[in-house]
């Protein structure tokens, strides 16, 4: 391998859910070559886990590359800065990658769901700049301004993107003037005020410097890429330094660290010190080297002061540990992550089908995947309890944590869960509890019904804006507490037709009870294999979750009563058969489908004193406890110890 040196940028790029992030890198990737004009990719390729796939939303930041070749360096406006990069910092590459103006752009695509915000955190110290992408027609929401907020407080300089401009309802120009009011509500300095503007259809691989442009390709964001992102600092010469932002596995070579070359260069093949969070110095040689390039993984015999790079040869490398030169070991501190903000319980499941569908499924089991978690999740903590079959685990809201939970049932483990809870802050005294920036956009139609539900969540609105389109952006600052099973009800009140978004904003002061769920469960009497016989003249009144000829047990929930109260049914009963017509009429039963939610809307639906049993194979909601005498008097003891 030779030694040469090429020109860097490290940008990622950030926005609200949805707004088009992951298809904009497919055409960064497309039109740089990484993607082959005939080569066979999926749409969004970034998102290549399952559960991304299937959602269609990214959980986790990933780095990916882009080479850029800049074919008229003047056009830039700076034409000695390829000289004064190369002598900041030298990399090597195989030489075929090699132009002598070639830009290579590493990029973070990140996720927007604010469930998933300390994955922007993480990667953040791997960039030196950031694409902020909005969207022309919903303008700056809740996630745009919590990753900006987080971008700009770096010191990370802008470039705004605003996409998605071939919407009809898209108004670029109001959104821009939105964009820069939040960068000064966020504080933004000077420079970073200074930002470019660009308008892109990300889908079409297009990005404009005006409005009026024509153009079909990209190049507008790979020029202001270059002319407005600071290549990363030098210091090529320096002691070496590297913080990992992120772990991969590799079957062939273990486990990796990735992160951005700080300082010095690192060599493959060379001893190197890891230094732990806890200042311990642990001594290994570096047995490969990568550098990421378009989808694939190219092994180099060293690179430099920003380069982003994975190292394979420390079996147990975490995020946030340093890599250090072996004669001058000196640690980098990690950026500080948001705490969660939301907790449950994961346990050892102990209903009466316990073990009959997963693999995995001890304390033990549990505890080892919940910590291989750890090491890979900055934004997750996980507690031992008193007990020894079960964890507390916390997160940054709902979906974070069932992600978790959906994984693991997937690779086969077996547990029951908590309903999620929000974590309270006892400060000076006080108690606080978090808050949530809470956007809807509804039909003008549902603003009544809307507004009062979210005021009996103790919402209060901060901000409406009704551009007389039929459509209404109401804001409100909410306990968190109080989103706790909104999304179900908000659908069916605004018939599917509402959005709605939230993303922490702050702790405040604890806001007393709010109402949970206004309709009671139906708990199965005794266990058994369900009969249609017996769901008919259930669904009258009530929607059941189970369908006939499913096996269930005493205290499993079987479905939602229509009034507020629980209610013990049986759902197992057999008709007698006295005759030939009876048995028949059996059959002809007219059923609604029941109701099969997935584990999120679970998680949303149950009460405290529910379960949510989950395995590789089912989704149960069950009552913790399942006798039905020994629940009758739990709950009015405690309905009298809360008097
Ligand atoms: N109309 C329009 N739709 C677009 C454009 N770019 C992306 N989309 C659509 O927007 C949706 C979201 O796109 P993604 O690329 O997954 O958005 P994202 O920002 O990566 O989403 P998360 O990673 O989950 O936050 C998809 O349905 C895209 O097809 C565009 O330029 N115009
Ligand atoms: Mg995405």
Not at 227 to 250: E, F, H, T
């Amino acid at each position: 391998m030779q030694q040469l040196r090429y020109d860097i940028r490290n940008v990622a790029i950030i926005a609200h859910v949805d707004h088009g992030k992951t298809t904009l890198v497919d055409a960064l990737l497309k039109q740089s070559g990484a993607i082959r004009a005939n080569q066979q990719v999926d749409e969004r390729v970034m998102d290549s886990n399952d559960l991304e796939r299937e959602r269609g939303i990214t959980i986790l930041a990933k780095n990916t590359s882009v080479r850029y070749l800049v074919d008229a360096p003047d056009a830039l406006g700076h034409p000695t800065h390829h000289e004064a990069t190369h002598t900041a910092s030298g990399h090597d590459l195989p030489a075929a990658f090699i132009h002598p103006s070639e830009v290579k752009i590493n990029i973070v695509d990140t996720p927007g769901h604010a469930d998933f915000g300390g994955e922007v955190e993480r990667v953040l110290s791997m960039v030196d700049g950031v694409i902020l992408l909005v969207d022309a027609a919903e303008g700056p929401m809740p996630q745009t301004r919590f990753v900006l907020r987080k971008a700009l407080a770096l010191g990370l300089l802008p470039i705004v993107v605003i996409n998605k401009i071939d919407r009809s309802d898209a108004r670029p120009q109001e959104v821009v003037n939105e964009v820069f009011d939040l960068m000064i509500e966020l504080g933004a300095s000077d420079e970073q005020l200074d930002f470019p503007i660009l308008y892109a259809i990300g889908r079409q691989g297009i990005v404009r410097v005006e409005l009026t442009d024509t153009n079909d390709d990209c190049r507008a964001l790979f020029d202001a890429v270059l002319k407005r992102i600071p290549p990363p600092p030098g210091m090529a010469d320096a002691p070496m330094q590297l913080l990992v932002s992120a772990i991969d596995y590799n079957d062939y070579v273990g486990r990796l660290g990735i992160g951005r070359v700080h300082r010095g260069t690192i060599r493959q093949g060379t001893d190197v010190v890891l230094i732990l969070r806890d200042g311990t110095h642990k001594k290994g040689r570096v047995s490969k080297l990568t550098v990421f390039e378009g989808l694939k993984r190219e092994e180099v015999e060293s690179a430099s002061a920003g380069e982003i790079v994975a190292i394979a040869g420390f079996a147990d490398v975490e995020i946030g540990e340093t890599f250090a030169a072996a004669d001058a070991p000196e640690r980098i501190e990690p950026i500080a992550i948001d705490e969660p903000t939301v907790s449950m319980f994961w346990m050892v499941n102990d209903s009466p089908f316990a073990g009959t569908e997963g693999k995995f499924v001890t304390s033990r089991n549990i505890k080892e995947r919940l910590d291989r978690e750890l090491r890979k999740d900055v934004a997750l903590r996980v507690r031992e309890t008193d007990l020894p079959d079960r964890f507390e685990v916390s997160g940054r809201g709902e979906l974070h944590l069932s992600i978790l939970a959906e994984n693991m049932r997937r690779e086969d483990f077996e547990f029951a869960l908590s309903r999620p809870q929000v974590i309270l802050k006892q400060v000076d005294g006080k108690t606080l509890e978090p808050y949530e920036a809470l956007v809807v956009d509804i039909d003008e139609a549902h603003v009544g019904t809307i507004m009062e539900k979210i005021q009996e969540r103790r919402g209060e609105m901060t901000d409406m804006v009704n551009p007389g389109s039929g459509r209404v952006r109401i804001e409100f600052k909410i306990p968190t507490r109080g989103l706790f099973g909104i999304r179900t009800e908000f659908l069916s009140e605004t018939r599917g037709t509402g959005l709605l978004y939230h993303t922490f904003l702050e702790y405040g002061p604890y806001r007393g009870e709010i109402a949970s769920r206004s309709r009671g469960a139906l708990v199965s009497k005794e266990g058994g294999d369900t009969t249609a016989y017996a769901i008919e003249p259930l669904q009258e009144r009530s929607t059941l979750f189970v369908d006939p000829g499913v096996k269930v047990y005493g205290g499993q929930i079987v479905g939602e009563n229509s009034r507020d109260v629980d209610m013990v049914v049986q759902v197992c009963r057999k008709k007698h058969l006295t005759n030939m017509r009876a048995s028949s009429s059996d059959i002809a039963v007219q059923l609604t489908p029941a109701r099969h939610m997935t584990l999120e809307q679970c998680l949303e639906w149950m009460n405290d004193d529910e379960l949510v049993e989950v395995t590789p194979e089912s989704i149960r909601i069950r009552k913790k406890i399942l006798d039905h005498s020994q629940r009758v008097v739990a709950r009015k003891r405690s309905a009298a110890a809360s008097e």
